[in-house]
């Protein structure tokens, strides 16, 4: 009890220090975002222990390929486009000039966590090669590590390009989304429907993001007010995505699937875009009642917390998967951890290791967030 009044205490400090002005409910959607990333690579990767007696190889594989009704997971789950609509309004809302600076703290912001770590797993993959582990398990282990850094990438990418996108903004509203969208569908059209060259595509790897860039950006300068708007990029984007899918072939699932001849993340397909503005109109909609939830001392304490060392959480979480993988090798073939997913009983193994993964984070966070801030 006395645990929780200390909690409880704590919450009401960290709610009455934070600014009148601060928009609580941009950091709960970062927030959810983020959990939603995290909590959908967990439940959709699998570290899968194979080979022969002693000489064990991982190698990782997915449920959605081998039980695609989890497919609406992807959509509950696959939450970036809501991390590029905060950005682009945080963005639009903390530069004021001054290009060289502002642009330096923010990208300082993200470099550092990424510098420890790979000042931890340069050492760790050196000391796996030289203890002869096998490279298909150095591989599997380090590309998990490694694979959220892309959109750190593209975020430093949009960042930079942040003077430019407030100028398009202020020029066409909301409507600066399409030119980008535009690129995506010509893009598409040319792999898909023109057999064009696969490497078109990688077009739509800044294209994509900058989408929702963009409507964070319209939202911070006054372009979505009220409901209307974001209500039909609600409606239109998930019935622009149906159609994609049922009508032009997309995948169902917003991730990557193992084996599949299309992901529409890697790079972002025209479905992964019109999904994403479905997401931002949602997200808008959702966002008074976000913040009549943040002003509960408890609430507003854990959403904060979590927005000191969003980069931190995000960078380390497959980090946590892949130690937990690793130690559970000890005990062997460890149910819902390192066997393949195979059944829906996996399922519900691998939902009683999410606690385990959440406490190698919070561990991780402890040793690391300072580096963030």
Same mark, same amino acid.
Not at 54 to 74: E, I, K, Q, R
Not at 111 to 140: D, E, F, I, N, Q
């Given at each position: 009890?006395?645990?929780?009044?200390?909690?409880?205490?704590?919450?009401?400090?960290?709610?009455?220090?934070?600014?009148?002005?601060?928009?609580?409910?941009?950091?709960?959607?970062?927030?959810?975002?983020?959990?939603?990333?995290?909590?959908?690579?967990?439940?959709?990767?699998?570290?899968?222990?194979?080979?022969?007696?002693?000489?064990?190889?991982?190698?990782?594989?997915?449920?959605?390929?081998?039980?695609?009704?989890?497919?609406?997971?992807?959509?509950?789950?696959?939450?970036?486009?809501?991390?590029?609509?905060?950005?682009?309004?945080?963005?639009?809302?903390?530069?004021?000039?001054?290009?060289?600076?502002?642009?330096?703290?923010?990208?300082?912001?993200?470099?550092?966590?990424?510098?420890?770590?790979?000042?931890?797993?340069?050492?760790?993959?050196?000391?796996?090669?030289?203890?002869?582990?096998?490279?298909?398990?150095?591989?599997?282990?380090?590309?998990?590590?490694?694979?959220?850094?892309?959109?750190?990438?593209?975020?430093?990418?949009?960042?930079?390009?942040?003077?430019?996108?407030?100028? &398009?903004? =202020?020029?066409?509203? @909301?409507? $600066?989304?399409?030119? %980008?969208? !535009?690129?995506? +569908?010509? *893009?598409?059209?040319?792999?898909?429907?023109?057999?064009?060259?696969?490497?078109?595509?990688?077009?739509?790897?800044?294209?994509?993001?900058?989408?929702?860039?963009?409507?964070?950006?319209?939202?911070?300068?006054?372009?979505?007010?009220?409901?209307?708007?974001?209500?039909?990029?609600?409606?239109?984007?998930?019935?622009?995505?149906?159609?994609?899918?049922?009508?032009?072939?997309?995948?169902?699932?917003?991730?990557?699937?193992?084996?599949?001849?299309?992901?529409?993340?890697?790079?972002?397909?025209?479905?992964?875009?019109?999904?994403?503005?479905?997401?931002?109109?949602?997200?808008? &909609?959702? =966002?008074?009642?976000? @913040?009549? $939830?943040?002003?509960? %001392?408890? !609430?507003?304490? +854990?959403? *904060?917390?979590?927005?000191?060392?969003?980069?931190?959480?995000?960078?380390?979480?497959?980090?946590?998967?892949?130690?937990?993988?690793?130690?559970?090798?000890?005990?062997?073939?460890?149910?819902?951890?390192?066997?393949?997913?195979?059944?829906?009983?996996?399922?519900?193994?691998?939902?009683?290791?999410?606690?385990?993964?959440?406490?190698?984070?919070?561990?991780?966070?402890?040793?690391?967030?300072?580096?963030?801030?």
């Amino acid at each position: 009890m006395n645990a929780l009044g200390q909690v409880r205490r704590l919450a009401r400090r960290i709610d009455a220090a934070t600014p009148p002005q601060r928009d609580r409910a941009v950091d709960a959607l970062r927030a959810l975002a983020i959990a939603g990333v995290i909590g959908g690579h967990w439940l959709v990767t699998a570290v899968v222990a194979g080979g022969s007696p002693g000489h064990t190889v991982l190698s990782d594989n997915s449920p959605l390929a081998s039980m695609p009704w989890l497919t609406p997971l992807s959509w509950v789950f696959q939450t970036l486009a809501v991390f590029f609509l905060v950005g682009g309004y945080s963005a639009a809302r903390s530069y004021r000039g001054g290009y060289w600076p502002w642009l330096r703290r923010r990208l300082v912001r993200l470099a550092r966590p990424v510098a420890a770590l790979a000042a931890v797993w340069a050492p760790v993959t050196v000391g796996m090669c030289l203890a002869g582990v096998p490279s298909t398990t150095v591989h599997t282990l380090l590309f998990l590590v490694i694979s959220p850094l892309w959109f750190l990438a593209v975020y430093a990418g949009l960042t930079a390009l942040t003077p430019a996108a407030l100028w &398009l903004v =202020r020029r066409f509203g @909301a409507w $600066a989304a399409a030119f %980008p969208a !535009a690129v995506v +569908a010509t *893009a598409d059209l040319v792999r898909f429907g023109l057999h064009g060259p696969s490497w078109v595509g990688w077009a739509n790897l800044p294209a994509g993001w900058l989408v929702p860039y963009l409507l964070g950006m319209a939202w911070a300068l006054g372009s979505l007010r009220g409901r209307r708007g974001p209500a039909l990029m609600l409606a239109g984007g998930a019935a622009a995505t149906a159609t994609l899918i049922t009508w032009a072939g997309y995948p169902a699932s917003m991730v990557g699937v193992n084996g599949a001849h299309i992901s529409n993340l890697n790079p972002p397909t025209l479905a992964a875009v019109t999904f994403g503005i479905a997401q931002c109109g949602l997200a808008l &909609l959702l =966002r008074d009642r976000l @913040a009549r $939830a943040m002003r509960r %001392p408890l !609430a507003w304490a +854990a959403v *904060a917390l979590v927005n000191l060392s969003a980069m931190t959480l995000f960078i380390w979480h497959e980090t946590a998967l892949v130690t937990v993988s690793s130690v559970g090798l000890l005990a062997g073939r460890l149910p819902g951890l390192l066997t393949a997913p195979a059944h829906g009983a996996w399922v519900a193994e691998r939902l009683a290791w999410l606690p385990v993964f959440a406490i190698v984070l919070a561990s991780l966070w402890l040793a690391f967030h300072r580096v963030e801030r």
